[in-house]
């Protein structure tokens, strides 16, 4: 059964060759909690989104290994050698190792994701990804009990990275989730966007994407990827933990020391874009507000 959850605006347009999420997934979105829309038999978080297109997906970018300019990372990422590309995971797994990306590739179901994306800097676009569940590629290692969090890494070199010279952040760019939020359904290793494989700029060959959290939590070209009980170190939570919290959740209540979370622009927008109202958890509040129920979401922002 072909059970489109996604946008259906211009499927076609965006993908030549279709993909549909399987039964399989059917079931663990069910079983996570995800509210199905009653009119239209597709969890909230596929209503219907006008995707941004690929000119402004690929050439408004933040990709500080390749510089801080919104354009450097078209102009300097085709540097990245890509393939071969193997991700380490290790720590707390039954099956530690150097996982190859085609390995990867053929054990994981592909499938596509509309989701939107909001930058701390106040930007937004919707974004046609294509990838796997994050929870299928832990699954694949082996996730020991003891597990907390997970800590992810990009590539590091300095050869192929014109950024990195610079000492703007400290490299090699780092990341983390708390093993829920990892594991939730809508956490996905990304591959590929328009159907197309993934652009350098947008974190070839596999990045992650975390929806509901500020863009700088889905980290680009991820080459380990760490189970461990502690919380792991952040780049921009290193960079200013009074700025950037752990957790980075969408939140148009809690606002940045210098700026204000409350309103976002569309990325090609041109002269009249205007200011839309920023969501909590950037709209995905039904699927993942169960995952921070009594934090406080300002302590822990
Ligand atoms: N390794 C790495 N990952 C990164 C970044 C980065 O500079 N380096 N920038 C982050 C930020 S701030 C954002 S908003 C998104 C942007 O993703 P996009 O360029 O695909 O839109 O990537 C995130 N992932
Ligand atoms: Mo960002």
Redesign the pocket.
């Known amino acids: 059964m072909a059970l489109r959850w996604r946008n259906d605006l211009r499927e076609s347009d965006i993908t030549p060759e279709p993909v549909f999420l399987d039964r399989r997934q059917v079931v663990a979105g069910a079983a996570a909690g995800m509210a199905l829309t009653a009119a239209t038999g597709r969890p909230a978080w596929a209503e219907a989104l006008e995707p941004n297109t690929w000119e402004e997906i690929t050439t408004y970018n ?1 990709y500080y290994e390749f510089g801080t300019d919104k354009g450097d990372p078209a102009r300097y990422a085709h540097m990245l050698t890509t393939s071969p590309w193997t991700v380490k995971i290790d720590g707390m797994v039954e099956r530690p190792g150097d996982y190859a990306f085609e390995d990867i590739m053929k054990k994981m179901t592909v499938e596509e994701r509309i989701y939107r994306l909001r ?3 106040r ?1 937004a676009m919707v974004v046609p990804w294509s990838g796997f569940e994050l929870a299928d590629l832990l699954d694949l290692a082996g996730v020991r009990s003891s597990a907390r969090y997970v800590a992810f890494q990009t590539a590091y070199r300095p050869e192929e990275m014109p950024g990195v010279k610079f000492p703007v952040v400290e490299w090699p760019y780092v990341e983390g989730l708390r093993l829920d939020e990892a594991m939730h359904p809508l956490t996905i290793m990304a591959t590929g966007l328009y159907g197309k494989d993934m652009p350098s700029q947008n974190g070839a060959p596999l990045r992650v994407v975390v929806p509901w959290k ?3 939590k889905s980290i680009k070209s991820v080459v380990r990827i760490t189970l461990t009980d502690s919380q792991p170190p952040t780049t921009w939570n290193k960079y200013s933990a009074r700025e950037y919290g752990f957790y980075s959740n969408v939140n148009p209540n809690v606002d940045h020391p210098r700026w204000s979370q409350k309103y976002e622009t569309r990325v090609g927008g041109g002269l009249f874009a205007k200011k839309e109202r920023t969501r909590m958890f950037n709209g995905y509040e039904e699927e993942v507000a169960h995952l921070y129920e009594g934090m406080d979401l300002e302590k822990y922002h």
């Open positions: 933040n930058c701390v800097e930007w500020y863009g700088y």
